[in-house]
């Protein structure tokens, strides 16, 4: 079997290469940039994986190979952009990695396999149940052990990618908002997003890269 695994995301590489461990009688090629339809057809795999890839996909892939990407969402809510921090920033932290077949809906094909996924702890450790439950279904997809049906999109909302604008912690914020919400925005913006920040008076950005909570203690 082939397989043409595209993605540049840490944990995408990292569920590649365990495929690549867990099959290695199969022909499975790593893409991370420079995707054209004329070099997946020199190919010519059975599968193509997109795991953590973040631009548009040529009609002509999807339609003529069987495509899946993994959404790290419980689909089909939280579909679009920055997922992860999307979901955080609004308070969820049960969630779901969905692998999906890519059609020309946004984040709308029809639905492989899932399973939960808390969002609680910092962005690496997320990052790491990500790459374990995705590495787990992609093997049963892989065996054939999957059931696919169409997701529901009558009411599901599409969300835009956040920009490092929007990594700020403001004063309004910081007044009006819980000392757990603070904690959960910097440790979703941890690296290799851009970082939480504040604002300085000399025109400055100070990064947050690491905070914890603490209690009060009256002197």
């Not at 990292?14 to 420079?34: A, G």
């Not at 403001?170 to 290799?192: A, C, G």
Request: charged content about 25%; aromatic content about 10%; glycine content about 6%.
């Amino acid at each position: 079997m082939k397989i043409l695994c595209v993605g540049y995301r840490t944990w995408a590489l990292s569920i590649y290469s365990n495929l690549k461990k867990k099959f290695p009688d199969y022909k499975i090629k790593i893409l991370k940039k420079n995707l054209s339809y004329k070099s997946i057809k020199k190919f010519n795999p059975q599968l193509i994986l997109f795991y953590g890839w973040s631009w548009m996909i040529d009609e002509k892939i999807f339609r003529n190979y069987t495509s899946l990407m993994l959404h790290p969402s419980d689909l089909p809510k939280f579909r679009g952009g920055s997922p992860i921090q999307n979901q955080i920033i609004n308070g969820v932290k049960k969630s779901a990695v969905t692998i999906f077949k890519i059609n020309n809906i946004l984040d709308g094909g029809p639905i492989y396999k899932k399973k939960k996924l808390m969002l609680t702890g910092g962005i690496n450790k997320i990052f790491s149940r990500i790459e374990k439950i995705g590495t787990n279904l992609t093997i049963d997809i892989i065996k054939g052990k999957y059931r696919i049906y169409n997701q529901n999109l009558k009411n599901s909302l599409i969300y835009i990618r956040r920009s490092p604008k929007d990594s700020e912690i403001t004063l309004n914020e910081i007044k009006n908002r819980t000392s757990q919400y603070l904690l959960d925005k910097i440790q979703m913006l941890e690296d290799p997003y851009p970082n939480a920040y504040i604002k300085t008076k000399d025109n400055k950005k100070l990064l947050i890269k690491i905070a914890k909570i603490a209690k009060l203690v009256d002197n």
